[in-house]
């Protein structure tokens, strides 16, 4: 009655719905159930209590920023257009931006000079590769390489390992990966090595544990494969395909590109040798980063000019070097996540916390528009229920992928349609790759707000 007394009927009666649909076992929907009794009553929800049956201490285990105050951080978001193509790259706070620009006006010069200009230029680059093994959380166990794209980092790795692999050698790849960890590996193929495809599930998209388990053998040498599919969002069993591939002696790639934006990144932790994101999807600029242990990386010989010693890492790594203007807008990422973590001060646990503050964002909006997408009887939702990030990619029977995402256009509201380089995983979910999959991807700057546009524009187009 308080609830409806001091904000409306819808609110109210959505909170309670979603919250009690499912409250133990659907923690997505219990999280919106949440955050619409907040919205509705006003408070702290810290005991509900439904009849006789009560449920305790269900809150937000993460205090988050304003929504007002995160947008505020971002001028893309002034214009009223609402962003949801995330997934293909973030916007980037003001002091990104600002930072690229004072950097090419002050210290846009060459490196390891002993003027100044050319120290603080050293410098710059030399404290975004430290900030963003942080921010993976490498723990010291190796070391950061900075490219320009994913896509282009790993086509290094593989010709890397071409070079000391004997011919023959097997390399398992997932189906379910985007392009830019499948390509690099099954161009191997026409030099001499074995490619074992880890086939998905026809259904469900995912590439199964006992699937990759009758793959392994004494030959593997390397297993790729993505810990978030950019199509399906769903977060894999990936600790446990880590596992089985070093019980095999491989050595791991994973594609950390769709996580990296929404949780916090623990990869000594997690343990793949390799690890790889885009740093231009985690509010930055156009660069992409490389994690790779320490023993991974002693076993290859980089690229970058004969001259240079092999044990000079990450520069055998970076073939011609990296961007400096890159490098500055890296570091400026700082301030905003000690911003959303409430912090002084940078240092591991802020980047944990305003990762964790991310997500507590976006939790809402991914189960508001997957409730609403689970209400259309015609549209098949690609991925889990559970267990996933704001990532949702969907078909209609008879409404073209295209004509959803052109439909949100006219509407000033950007999502994408296309097979956002996972054609191998659409044919095998029989889903013609030319005419792709509609995508909506959140970040925890889009507001309820926002989704709510999406839902009034998509609501009769997909009736």
């Known amino acids: 009655k308080m609830c409806i007394d001091q904000h409306g009927e819808k609110h109210a009666s959505a909170g309670f719905a979603a919250l009690f649909d499912n409250p ?20 702290d929800c810290r005991r509900l209590a ?9 809150m937000m285990s993460v205090t988050s920023p304003s929504i007002e105050a995160v947008r505020s951080r971002f001028p893309a978001l002034d214009k009223g257009f609402a962003f949801m193509d995330n997934a293909g790259g973030s916007q980037v706070p003001r002091e990104v931006a600002d930072a690229m620009r004072d950097y090419m006006l002050s210290s846009y010069v060459q490196i390891g000079a002993d003027y100044p200009a050319s120290r603080r230029a050293t410098a710059n680059i030399a404290e975004a590769h430290g900030f963003v093994e942080i921010l993976m959380g490498g723990d010291d166990a190796g070391r950061v390489i900075l490219g320009s794209s994913t896509s282009t980092l790993l ?25 830019a960890n499948v390509s690099p590996w099954l161009y191997l193929g026409d030099r001499g090595f074995t490619i074992r495809v880890w086939e998905a599930d026809p259904e ?3 590439c199964s544990l006992d699937k990759l388990k009758e793959l392994l053998s004494s030959k593997t040498r390397l297993v790729s494969f993505p810990q978030v599919s950019n199509i399906l969002g769903g977060i ?7 596992e089985a591939a070093h019980a095999a002696g491989a050595r791991v790639v994973l594609d950390g590109v769709a996580y990296a934006p929404h949780l916090p990144m623990k990869v000594a932790e997690w343990g793949p040798d390799w690890y790889v994101f885009s740093c231009y999807k985690v509010f930055g600029p156009h660069m992409a980063a490389l994690w790779g242990t ?13 001259l240079i010693p092999r044990a000079s890492i990450p520069y055998k790594f970076e073939l011609g070097g990296v961007s400096h203007e890159g490098c500055a807008g890296l570091n400026a990422i700082r301030p905003y996540l000690q911003f959303l973590a409430g912090d002084s001060s940078f240092g591991r646990q802020t ?4 990762m964790e503050a991310v997500d507590t964002m976006e ?26 990030l704001p990532i949702l990619s969907f078909v209609h029977g008879t409404v073209p992928s295209k004509a959803i995402a052109d439909g949100a256009e006219k509407h000033g509201i950007g999502i994408r349609w296309g097979n956002f380089y996972s054609y191998r995983l659409l044919e095998r979910m029989g889903i013609d790759p030319a005419a792709g999959v509609a995508r909506a991807s959140f970040a925890h700057y889009n507001s309820m707000d926002e989704v709510e546009r999406l839902i009034e524009v998509l609501d009769s187009l997909l009736n």
């Open 351 to 354: 980047a944990v916390r305003a």
């Open 236 to 242: 894999e069993d990936f600790g446990l395909c880590i």
């Open 294 to 306: 320490h023993e991974a990386q002693a076993e290859l010989c980089g690229p970058n000019h004969s």
């Open 363 to 388: 939790r809402p909006l991914t189960a508001r528009f997957l409730s609403f997408l689970q209400s259309k009887p015609r549209v098949r939702i690609l991925g889990p229920v559970t267990n996933r």
């Open 50 to 58: 439904f009849g006789s049956y009560q449920l305790c201490s269900l």
């Open 204 to 206: 469900t998209g995912v």
């Open 24 to 43: 133990v076992t659907d923690p997505v929907h219990s999280q919106y159930g949440i955050f619409l009794l907040r919205m509705a009553v006003g408070i």
């Open 155 to 179: 086509r290094m790795l593989a010709d890397a390992y071409a070079q000391v692999w004997e011919l023959g050698s097997e390399i398992v790849v997932a189906e379910n990966g985007h392009e």
